[in-house]
């Protein structure tokens, strides 16, 4: 069995290369890939991944609206504080605590709400697989940017 759960990991490593050199698809790709590791790194059964993902993706797409905020409001701020009186300054600082204020908001109705579909162990996990997935997806990407 444990030779399988390897197996697997390469075979996702692979996939995972192509996906993060693809053009346009990528995304999507890589998505499908995060989907099938958290799957296996936490071991849902169908009747938790039935109600685990429709949790999990609409708490990705509030946290992917956040991003897309913070985005918005602090891009290209940072180039040249020069220009940034101490009124826009202390401004930007109430956005930024504002959005962590949502962001943390958000991750608490997360786990409250996979509470009764996950046990706290697997939620646990479930953290895990997400950063061990993006280093592997960081990682995928310096190698391939090294090949170059």
Do not use: C
Request: charged share 30%.
């Amino acid at each position: 069995m444990k030779n399988l759960n390897k197996v697997g990991v390469i075979l996702l490593l692979l996939l995972l290369s192509y996906s993060v050199t693809a053009q346009g698809p990528a995304r999507d790709k890589i998505k499908t890939l995060k989907v099938a590791y958290i799957t296996e790194q936490l071991g849902l059964t169908t009747n938790e991944a039935q109600q685990f993902w429709p949790i999990y993706n609409d708490h990705e797409q509030k946290l992917n609206r956040i991003r897309s905020t913070e985005r918005e409001q602090f891009q290209g701020v940072q180039t040249d504080m020069s220009i940034v009186s101490d009124k826009e300054a202390d401004k930007l600082i109430l956005k930024y605590l504002s959005l962590q204020t949502q962001k943390n908001e958000i991750e608490q109705k997360f786990i409250a709400d996979l509470r009764p579909v996950l046990s706290s162990k697997k939620i646990i996990l479930l953290f895990r697989a997400e950063s061990n997935f993006k280093k592997r997806l960081l990682q995928q990407y310096r190698n391939r940017r090294g090949q170059r």
